[in-house]
Every structure is written in C-alpha cells, then in structure tokens.
C-alpha cells in the first residue's frame, strides 16, 4: 500500500515575524489608499512561494498553494462568475470564520479561468523549490475547488429561476466543469473537490450527488483523451459517519475524510471497507494539540488493509488555516512521523 502525504486544503496566510505579516500588512495599506492591488498580488505571490516551500520542507508529497489568495471558499470562486453578486458575511459552516455570501442574480456562468492560473502559479514555484528534507521526494500540486452542492447551499437567488436548489447546483456545476477541463489540460492530475455542506444536509444527498456528474463526465473525457485525471471528493466540519457507505460507492477517485468528530469512524470504515483510495483526516486541523504519532499509525494499520486501490492519502482533517503557523508545520511534520511508525 502507497501511503501519500498530503495536504486537505489552506494553509495559515499570517505568521509571527515581520516577513510572514507582509500579506495583513499590504491589506491595511490597501484600505489606507497607500498600496494598490498590484502591491497585494505580489504578497499573494510571496506567502504563496511561502506556502508551497513549508509544505514541501514538511515532506508533503500533494500540497496545494495554501489557497492564500482565497478570502473564502464560498467567494473566491463564485464571485469570479457572471450573474453573481457578493453579499455580507455568514459563518462558514461549523467553524469560527466568515464567508461572503453569493447571490445569484442570473445564472452564474464561467467567465474565465477560476483558480487555472493560480494552479500555474503553484507548479511553478515548486519547481523552484528544494522537496524533502534531501531535496530527493517527489512533490506535486493539487488544485483545490469548492463543490457545486458547497457553493450553492450557501448562496441566496434573487433570480426566479435560481432559486430552487437543483437550478442552483446545476448551475454551479456547469462552471466547475469547465474548470476541471480547462485544469487538465493544464497539468493538473488530481483536483480536490470540497463539499462539506455535503454531510451536513444529507436529506439533499441526490442534488448533491447530481452536482458531481459533470465533473466525472469531464474526468472520463479527459481519460479518454490520454490525459491522467483524478477527482478526490473531501467533506470535513461535520461527522461523515452516518452516510459513509454511500459516499464510499461515488463514482470519485479517491474520499477525503474527517475523523475527528466521531472517534467509531474508523471502525464504520474498517467493518465496511472502502472500493476506493482514502484521504485519512486523522491529524486535527483545528486543534493545536499534536496526536501521538504511535495512537495515529495504529489506527492507519487497521484501515490500510481495508483500503482497495493500493493507494491512500494521510493529512490533515480539514485546511490548516485555523492554526497559528508553527502549529500548522507541526502538524504537517507529524504525519511524516506517522508514516514511519507505519513502515515500521
């Protein structure tokens, strides 16, 4: 079994030193008229470059760009579409950030690329980047986008016809479609979809499996293309517990999963098995307290049997932006020390 270090997501944009403050600092010069937005996609840059090289130091083997770009999950992406407006701020699912909320005015449509080139971006600078401790570990990117169901859950319609729910997923489902192809044939071979309101409203499990078709559509297609494409779906902030087995049978490539709200997970998943390769979300991205590496690698050893595919992914339960930064390398450096103690 390929036991894969990755990373579920963002990444902490701030830091203690001066250096790590220059993205906060660039902001508030923004609103003091004394910086423009050219000054704040140069900090985007540099924390990005920042982001990528601490993961990749950790020995993460799939980072991302640490969406530190991204003010939101919900409006980075649905405030790049036509037809949509940004409204105020709601709390983000069970979580204490924010989210701007999107209002659909007409149907959103895909303008231009979403986060293409900030994929780009982040293979470039990892290019540049020394990976592992000996510069010798393989490392490569994944582009990250917040699923159909996610997006239109939490967006409002002024418009008639957006307004059922269906119309709404449909809709946000179309774009990301685009996306995803237009993110294979930009390099990108494994895309992580995030859809935690999933789990939360599992009474809207068929809209939210339908929001899913288009984006495998676009996966097969670019398989039959010659292209290597692989869809993960990740959920997170709720307990996937109760709908796990039918999570488990979609038609994605690999099932990111949170375990730190109910600790019987990993005996659902170790009685039911998966088909499929898992993105184990042992590690807590929300509580600065470290695991034992030891407790952890136990509970991986009675899951990887259980594993089909060969293959599975060890990370964080959700994104790191909710620790202080010394904390989020802490915790990327521990699942290094929990695949040794699996490796034995």
Known sequence: MNLIIA?????????????????????????RGEKTFADLADAENAMTRRAIEEQARAGVELLTDGLIRWYDPISHLAGQLGGVRINGLLRFLDTNTYFRQPVLQAKPERMGPLVVEEFRFACNALGQIPTGRDGTVRVAVKPVLTGPYTL??????????????EARVDAYAAALAV?????????AEFIQIDEPASIKHPNDWAVFARGLEPLIQVRDAARKAGRKLQLALYVYFH???????????????ALGLDFTYDAKLADVVATAGSPRALALGL????????ESATEVARVVERLLPKIKGGRAYLGPSSGLEYLPRDRAVAKLELLGKIRAEVNG
């Open 179 to 187: 996306e995803v192809k237009a993110l294979g044939e930009s390099g």
């Open 7 to 31: 990373s579920t997501g963002s990444y902490p944009r701030i830091g203690d030193s001066a250096e790590l403050q220059t993205l906060r600092r660039t902001m508030a010069a923004i609103d």
């Open 239 to 253: 307990n996937p517990a109760p709908l796990y087995e039918k999570l488990a049978q979609l038609p994605v490539d």
């Open 283 to 290: 590690v807590d991205g929300r509580n600065t307290k470290l």
């Open 152 to 165: 239109a859950k939490l967006s409002l319609a002024e418009d008639e016809a957006m307004k059922p729910l």
